[in-house]
């Protein structure tokens, strides 16, 4: 997809961030990156800006980038509704080259933004790049197990259902045309990558991983 079929969709994206399954992913994450006091934090494919809202107060600086030029606008509406457009930028941008030099940032974050590309190494890849020597960082992306099947089934359990449960079942069946990654596999990934200290966190029963791993000091 191009930023031009993602800007037909943010009104879905924004309403897709605010369900309750989504929503408690992102919390999670947030938990998981510890505080962001005093540090310089990118989300690529920030989306409309909602999750890093959630360190917005105690983070230095937050730069957001995505492909979509109307998602860069609703993140800029989103920080100022919020009166913290002095310490937010967003920018149109392509995760696999970001408009930014080397070790720019203590904390990178991308959550279902890397098993969406031709190739996901390349955009983690870059995020190395713009890391500070043992900066992080933390990604979202659907687990192998992602699937219409195990959605619809964790959707059930959870009793999800309108809105909420549709989301899910379209990220999962997005999911089973792009990229998945096993905790081992994405392990593998990183470390080829340069990245030390690798975490994952199972959520969404495991539908989902979080992966969380520092950059190598002169890497």
């Known amino acids: 997809m191009n930023g031009e079929e993602f800007d037909e969709l943010v009104s879905f994206f924004d309403s897709m961030a605010r369900t309750t399954w989504l929503k408690k992913v992102h919390d999670h994450l947030k938990e998981v990156t510890g505080s962001w006091s005093e540090k310089d934090v990118l ?3 920030c989306g409309t800006g909602r999750l890093l809202l959630r360190g917005a107060e105690e983070a230095n600086r937050l730069v957001g980038v995505d ?4 998602m860069v606008k609703a993140s800029i509406q989103q ?3 919020h009166e ?3 310490k937010s930028e967003f920018i149109v941008a392509d995760a696999e080259n970001l408009p930014f030099g080397d070790q720019s940032f203590h904390l990178a974050l991308s959550t279902c933004v890397m098993f969406l590309l031709p190739d996901p190494a390349k955009g983690i890849s870059e995020v190395h790049r713009v890391l500070k020597d043992d900066g992080q960082i933390v990604m979202l992306n ?6 219409q099947e195990n959605a619809a089934s964790y959707a059930k359990e959870h009793d999800i259902s309108g809105f909420e449960r549709t989301a899910l079942l379209k990220w999962s069946n997005v999911s089973t045309r792009r990229h998945r990654y096993s905790t081992d596999e994405m392990t593998e990934l990183l470390h080829n990558l340069k990245f030390t200290d690798v975490q994952h966190h199972e959520v969404l029963g495991g539908l989902a991983i979080i992966s969380k791993a520092k950059k190598a000091q002169n890497s």
Do not use: A, T
């Open 43 to 45: 989300d690529v494919g």
């Open 84 to 86: 913290l457009s002095g």
């Open 142 to 147: 659907p687990s192998g197990k992602m699937s």
């Open 79 to 81: 920080f100022f509704f």
């Open 67 to 70: 492909l979509s030029s109307e």
